[in-house]
């Protein structure tokens, strides 16, 4: 059966993490995503270990898998006339680029350049701050984009004397940026296939961030306040927090409905705090959580794990990374898949969380060496043996 999006085909110019992320979804679904790699700027996640055993890195691996490579110096004039060849010529009418605005212009792909070329042309572009604003041309990384959107300022303990680390995952990169590229190149495939004109979409990782913000952002604009640390009911407000067990690990508590508050109470040995839970003032509610502390603090992970796992009441244990990989309900969902490497063995990777009724993930191989396809992309767009002998010479491409 042909995969949902087998006809469209991207050139991703993007690196590290947002762009990859985002055409690995598209790829996985069954996009044919074409990398444009330049071989004197690797991308910095090639560098990252660990490596597997045909010499990728694993995040490399996972991020760019089932994408072919294409090794070009995009600042030699042949390299733009290879990429509008592989536009007119090959079809691939989607763009997806994470430059500072107006580097593609300067590289002659920019979005006017190439949509003379191609007006069906969907040119995908992934910043910091987007094509606008007096922000636009600002370097920035996920902690500084969660930070200005003000969801930083209520993350934390409030007796904390020291600010709370950054988040484990990068927030801003993949949810604000890759999930909303995607979205957005969607949407415009869909417009594309009902007026067939193509268009720009500019997402800017800040905006979605900001956007991520809109329970807080809610709070400040109609009742003008601003949210804190432990002053909200998800964030720490309330009892639905993390608490530590008598062997130093730890559980998640999100019983926030009556019946699973009740029932909670009941496994902690506490039917005393049930009418308590019910009261929504925050200082009332730390004095609660007390309580719930000394409960949990009386048995070890394995004893609550047991007791919980009978019961229906949203309590889960904190897993390390290894226990979440190993878990019943992750290889169940087939969350864990395996691709081939180049040099014939396998590779275990995080699969798609995307389950359609009639169509299973696209996993090719593991992310490519950088340029491994050139020639093969070279002649596929008419280029003869001397021709791409002569372009390597030239410098223009690489692989």
């Not at 995908?124 to 370097?139: F, N």
């Not at 959107?149 to 988040?167: E, V, W």
């Not at 490519?368 to 992309?377: F, N, T, Y």
Request: glycine share 10%; aromatic share 6%.
């Amino acid at each position: 059966m042909t995969a949902p999006l087998a006809h469209l085909k991207i050139l991703d110019f993007s690196t590290l993490l947002p762009g990859p992320y985002a055409t690995m979804m598209l790829a996985d679904l069954g996009a044919d995503v074409l990398r444009i790699e330049a071989p004197n700027r690797p991308d910095l996640v090639r560098l990252l270990p660990p490596f597997a055993a045909d010499g990728q890195t694993a995040q490399h691996a996972l991020l760019n898998r089932s994408k072919r490579s294409l090794g070009l110096n995009l600042k030699s004039e042949a390299a733009a006339e290879i990429v509008q060849k592989l536009i007119v010529e090959q079809g691939y009418d989607i763009i997806v680029e994470q430059f500072r605005p107006g580097v593609m212009d300067r590289l002659g792909v920019g979005y006017e350049q190439l949509k003379a070329m191609c007006p069906q042309l969907i040119f995908c572009s992934l910043t910091g701050y987007g094509q606008t604003g007096p922000y636009k041309d600002r370097a920035g990384h996920d902690l500084n984009y969660l930070a200005l959107s003000g969801l930083l300022s209520y993350y934390g303990r409030k007796s904390a004397t020291t600010p709370p680390p950054p988040l484990p995952m990068q927030v801003a990169d993949i949810g604000a940026g890759s999930l909303h590229l995607v979205i957005g190149l969607l949407t415009a495939v869909i417009r594309r296939s009902q007026t067939g004109e193509g268009g720009r979409v500019d997402i800017s990782m800040h905006d979605g961030a900001l956007a991520w913000n809109a329970i807080g952002a809610s709070k400040q604009l109609i009742g003008e306040e601003n949210p804190t640390p432990e002053g909200e009911l998800l964030n720490g407000g309330s009892f639905y927090d993390i608490y530590e067990t008598a062997d130093g690990r730890f559980l998640s508590v999100g019983s926030l409905e009556p019946k699973f508050w009740q029932g909670f109470c009941q496994a902690i040995g506490r039917e005393d705090l049930t009418a308590a839970g019910l009261n929504p003032d925050i200082t009332h509610q730390q004095t609660l959580k007390s309580e719930i502390r000394q409960a949990i603090q009386s048995k070890p992970l394995a004893e609550w794990q047991e007791i919980f796992a009978k019961l229906d009441v949203c309590v889960e244990p904190v897993l390390t990374t290894e226990e979440a990989l190993n878990h019943p309900q992750t290889h169940a969902r087939q969350m864990i898949i395996e691709l081939p490497m180049s040099n014939g063995e396998n590779q275990q990777q995080i699969g798609s969380p995307i389950k359609l009724s009639d169509h299973e993930p696209v996993y090719a191989f593991t992310g490519a060496a950088l340029g491994q396809h050139s020639r093969e992309i070279l002649a596929e767009l008419g280029y003869t043996q001397p021709e791409i002998e002569a372009l390597y010479a030239q410098q223009v491409v690489a692989g």
